[in-house]
């Protein structure tokens, strides 16, 4: 379009087409895991530590999915109107992530489990996924057509 704008006649045309654009729902895994600790609880009259086990069950919940894209980049000679090179490229794109709560002794859990307790999820919106598939992709795409430009 820009070329038609200056009046430039280009020699090649690079079209770009993306197909199978798939950005699924994110799937829930749930697991449970059981904590256990010694806490101490005071000490005896001699001084010495008294232990008490607590129990907690931390509740997590695993949302993930795999979004996948193809481009196809056509590179044709508008002059001889043969086609220079025709390719298709594959990317995916995987989000992860994982939020807990727990029941029981809050002093059973570990760091770990408290930055999972903490984790707020927020699931990516389409386009910022469509931009991480692009992102991906557009190395390859640029490297192919520099390939079929210095041929």
């Known amino acids: ?42 000490t ?3 001084g010495k530590p008294i232990y008490q086990t607590v129990y907690a069950t931390l509740t997590i919940n695993q949302m993930r999915f795999t979004a996948r894209a193809d481009m196809d980049v056509n590179i044709k000679d508008l002059v ?11 990317e995916d ?26 984790n707020n999820i927020n699931a990516p919106r389409k386009e ?3 931009n991480e598939l692009y992102r991906k992709i557009y190395p390859q795409v640029l490297n192919n057509i520099r390939y079929a430009a210095e041929w």
């Not at 001889?80 to 594959?90: D, E, G, M, Q, V």
């Open 1 to 42: 379009w820009e070329a038609r704008r200056e009046s430039i006649r280009p020699d090649w045309l690079v079209e770009l087409r993306l197909r199978d654009l798939d950005v699924p729902q994110p799937q829930t895994n749930t697991s449970t895991r059981n904590r256990s600790a010694q806490v101490q609880v005071g």
């Open 93 to 118: 794109y995987r989000w992860d992530q994982s939020r807990a709560t727990y029941s029981g002794d809050s002093r059973a859990l570990t760091n770990a489990d408290w930055q999972l307790i903490n």
């Open 128 to 130: 910022e996924v469509l």
């Open 44 to 46: 005896d009259t001699s």
């Open 80 to 90: 001889t109107r043969k086609n220079i090179s025709y390719r298709s490229f594959r």
